[in-house]
C-alpha cells in the first residue's frame, strides 16, 4: 500500500534546515497494537513526497531521493493506514495496525520482574562487598575492611502505611509512633532504587558532606551519590532491623546511596574506571523512581520539588505520567544518495507532560497562571507529593528539557504542558536523531 502526498505550491518559510534528510518518529502502543507514525521533512518545500509501507518498512521518496526505515520487532499491516494528516510544520502523520507484538512484556509481571531484580542486587552486593565504586569516576567509596554481615532486601516504601492492620490488639490511647526500618552496623538493606547502610562502612576521604546539606558526593567528581540520614528514633529488633521508639539514647548515623551513582563490582587490574554494568543511569533511575511511586499511591500525577531552605531557589516540577509503557522508533535518513536504509531499534520509555519552575514567581500574567496551577495540584488529594535532592531535580529538568527537543514541532506541547518522556531500559547508545 502506498499513500501518495504530492505538495506543488507548499509554501513554507526557510530556516536553514537540510532538505535532505528526513526523520521518522513513531509511537508503539502494545495494549493497542497501534503504531503512531511521523515523517518530518523539514520546514522546507518538496514538489513530490511519496510514502509507502510494508509489513516492515515505512519508505519516504522526495524529490533528491528516497529513505527506508527498518523498524525492528513490529509486523505492519500496510492496508489498516488511516489517519493520514499533513502538519503545518513538515509533518506527514498517520497510523497503523501491528499485527504481532513480538516485544511486548507483560503488565502484571512486573511486580515479579523488580523483585528478583533486587534479588540479583543483593547477591551482587553479598559477593562483592566493600568493592563499591562511583558510577561516575571511579572512585572507591568504601573502607577496604568494611564487611557486610546481612545483605538484605528492603520492603517497599508504602509498607508502613498498613503497619496496623497487621495487629488485632491496637488501642486508641496508644501512643501512635511510624515504624521505620534502619539497619544495624554491619547490615546492608538493598531497596529497588537504594541500599541503606551505617555511614561506618563510608571512605571519609572518598566522599563529601557539607554542614548544610544532606548530599554525599564523590571527592573526587563531585557526583551525588547518595543522602545522610540522622535517624534519631532507632532500637535494635530481635530480627536485626530496628523500629521507631521513643526512648533512644543515642541517634545512629545512616547513608542513603542510589543505586545509580554506586556500583558493586571486582576493580579491574589497570586502575581504570570499572564498567558499571550493574549501575543505570540518571535517567533510568528518575523513570523507574516515577514509576515506581504511581504504582505504590495509584497516582499518575506528581508535584515534585527540591528540599532547599530558600525559597528562591526552590525548583517545583508538575509531572504528569499518560504512557507507562510505550516504545519508540527514532531515526534519521539522509538523501545524499538514490537509496539510503536505515535500521531503527525501538526504546522502551514512559512519557509524560511536565511544567516546571525555580525560585518564586513574579507578577506576569504566565506566572499568575502557573501559580494558580501549582495551587490547584496542591490542594489535589490525587496528586502525590514527592521532595528530591536540588542536585537530582535539576537533572531530571534538564532530562525532561533535552528529550522534549528530540520530538518533532507538533508533538512537543499539549493542553499548556511540555511533552517528553525517560528511558525506562538503560542502553548503551542511544540511536536518536540530532537536537533541533
Known amino acids: 500500500m502506498a499513500a501518495n502526498v504530492t505538495l506543488s505550491e507548499l509554501q513554507i518559510r526557510e530556516e536553514g534546515v537540510n532538505s535532505d534528510r ?118 572507591k567509596i568504601l573502607k577496604d575492611h568494611s564487611v557486610f554481615s546481612r545483605v538484605l532486601p528492603l520492603p517497599s516504601e508504602n509498607w508502613s502505611d498498613v503497619a496496623e492492620f497487621w495487629f488485632c490488639h491496637r488501642h486508641g490511647d496508644e501512643e501512635d509512633h511510624t515504624p521505620t526500618v534502619a539497619p544495624k552496623p554491619g547490615d546492608c538493606l538493598v531497596g529497588s532504587l537504594h541500599v541503606l547502610l551505617s555511614r561506618s562502612h563510608m571512605k571519609m576521604n572518598s566522599v563529601t558532606c557539607s554542614d548544610n546539606s544532606e548530599l554525599i558526593r564523590c571527592s573526587r567528581c563531585g557526583n551525588v551519590l547518595g543522602l545522610t540520614l540522622e535517624d534519631d528514633d532507632v532500637k535494635p529488633q530481635k530480627n536485626g532491623l530496628t523500629r521507631a521508639s521513643s526512648d533512644t539514647k543515642k541517634a545512629t548515623p545512616l547513608c542513603h546511596l542510589y543505586l545509580h551513582a554506586v556500583a558493586f563490582q571486582d576493580q579491574p587490574a589497570d586502575g581504570l574506571t570499572p564498567s558499571v554494568w550493574s549501575a543505570s543511569s540518571v535517567e533510568v533511575f528518575l523513570c523507574q523512581l516515577m514509576l515506581e511511586q504511581s504504582r505504590l499511591y495509584t497516582s499518575y500525577r506528581f508535584l515534585l520539588q527540591s528540599n532547599h531552605v530558600k525559597q528562591e531557589n526552590t525548583v517545583k516540577v508538575l509531572l504528569w505520567l499518560i504512557d507507562q509503557d510505550l516504545t519508540l522508533y527514532m531515526g534519521e535518513g539522509h538523501l545524499t544518495q538514490p537509496s539510503h536504509n536505515v535500521k531503527v531499534t525501538g526504546s522502551r520509555v514512559a512519557k509524560v ?84
Open 22 to 139: 528526513v526523520r521518522i518518529y513513531a509511537e508503539y502502543k502494545s495494549h493497542l497494537s497501534v503504531l503512531n507514525v511521523t515523517l518530518d521533512f523539514g520546514t522546507r518545500s518538496h514538489k513530490h513526497i511519496s510514502v509507502s509501507t510494508d509489513q516492515t518498512t515505512v519508505t519516504a521518496e522526495l524529490d533528491v531521493g528516497q529513505c527506508m526505515f527498518h523498524l525492528e520487532n513490529v509486523e505492519l499491516l500496510p492496508l489498516s493506514c488511516r489517519g493520514l494528516q499533513w502538519q503545518p510544520y513538515g509533518e506527514l502523520q498517520m497510523t497503523l495496525q501491528v499485527k504481532d507484538e513480538k516485544q511486548r512484556l507483560d503488565y502484571e509481571d512486573q511486580f515479579g520482574i523488580a523483585c528478583r531484580k533486587q534479588e540479583d542486587v543483593c547477591a551482587n552486593i553479598q559477593t562483592h562487598q566493600n568493592k563499591c565504586f562511583c558510577a561516575c569516576c571511579g572512585k
Open 353 to 436: 507532560l511536565y511544567r516546571s519552575t525555580v525560585g518564586k514567581m513574579d507578577s506576569s500574567a504566565s506566572s499568575r497562571c502557573d501559580t494558580f496551577l501549582y495551587r490547584t495540584w496542591e490542594k489535589d488529594n490525587t496528586v502525590h507529593g514527592l521532595t528530591l535532592p536540588r542536585p537530582l531535580i535539576l537533572q531530571l529538568v534538564s532530562l525532561l528539557v533535552s528529550n522534549t527537543s528530540l520530538l518533532p514541532p507538533s508533538h512537543r506541547h499539549l493542553n499548556g504542558f511540555h511533552v517528553s518522556f525517560l528511558m525506562k531500559d538503560r542502553v548503551e547508545e542511544k540511536q536518536l536523531p540530532m537536537k533541533t
